[in-house]
């Protein structure tokens, strides 16, 4: 036996001298953080370079002497970085060297900071959008990362061994049947609401959705959909841009305030009932019996049923939808997979449904249909809820990670909307300039929201930031640059005044 050659060849996988590692550098408590730090070290100096294959958790933690547990939990924190993935029997992989640390805080063009400096208009979330940061907290953005490739191929070719040749032909409008099935079914079992196939439209998101509705109300004489406040930016832009006007109705912890609904006279109101967006308060039930009651009266009511399956610390709220036909309803998939599928659905009054159907086919003669079929395919066998489950215990850690940041580096902060969805609100009680901080961030590469966006009268600043899409690390560093940012600011005002 030639032991020479087999020590060679597993020295990258096994062996006491794996990377030097040395148990008692570590901090007493610390062990998974230290250990994490010098795995994510040695790939980011190429010690460990792309292809390697790490060694497998069994093994590493008899090495060093500790449980399992702590090595599985740090291969997870690579995982979720994106630095490492699990290939089967290939084992533990190196798949990406993260970014070279950037504390100098190399600015983003001056220019691109300005962004904040205009009062917002149509395009403006685009603008942000495109602009590059080395740590993007921007809320609505998903784990990308995390996206089921594997099932998702698998249910590619599933479908495509039984689709029929006439299926890749012109269908429905409304979406493929078997799709609007599984979307009824779906909403049964996580919204409470009881639909027919027949009843549900599919829609390239809640956009088109928003779109399509804008043009039906305008042919029946309705120009006004009041909005909650704050609320989003982009939402309120899209429909201002079709046409409608927008007069804000002010949110509390109970939710939207209905009595001011009633007094604005408005016809019509945009809300995020399960997770109202930024604030994430929820409708409470005497609000949703109020609103109910205006909609019995004659007001619509539209359900963007926003970040509703992205909850940690409280059980399911029911959709408005589930509990009156009345109401239009609204959601997608963009949170949950990728916005880029630009898959949603849209459930109407019956007395809307057929101008509804009739604006989708004027607009693109009904979604792709492939993508609808793959999706319904995820639904039915399980593997949708099985993303849902790994995205909810993924987005908790982070979330958590966010706030005990944020409890070091902005301590003066309060936060909101912690309990569920893909970001926390964040506001302080002084008369700061939310968007002024939000630029000087940008400028060291932290992309961020300030809460006056979303604001159509006067409040507190705030910001709005995202968690999902960002590591734990990436997370904690992006608001120790804000809160030192913001005591910068904070000495500048102080000196100047």
Known sequence: MDRSKDSAGDRSKIGADFLQLNLAEAPPGGVTDWLTTRLRLAIAQGRLPVGTRLPPSRVLAAELRVSRGVVTEVYQRLAEDGQVAGRGRAGTVVVAVPAAPARAEVPVRAASAAVFTAEPEAGIIESLRAIPARIDLSPGVPDLAAFPRTAWLRAERKVLGELSPAEFGYGDPRGAPAFRRAVADWLARYRGIAVSPEEVTIVAGVAQALGLLAQVLRDEGIGTVAVEDPSSLGARLYLRGRGMRTPPIPVDSGGLAVGELRASGAPAVLLTPAHQFPTGVVLDGQRRRELLSWVREGGLVIEDDYDAEHRYDRPPVPALRSMLAEVCYAGSVSKLLAPALRVGWLLVPEKYRDAVVAAKRDADLGNAILPQ???????????????????????????????????????????HGAAAGLHLVITFDDGSADTELAAAALDRGVKVQPLSWHRQRPGNPGLVLGYAASSASAIAEGVETLGNLRRRLSQVTMSGT
């Open 373 to 415: 079929l793959v999706l319904g395919e995820l639904m039915t066998s399980g593997e949708l809820e099985r993303q849902l489950r790994l995205l909810r215990r993924r987005h908790r850690r982070r979330r958590d990670a966010m706030i005990e940041a944020i409890r070091t580096w902005l301590p003066d902060a309060r936060v």
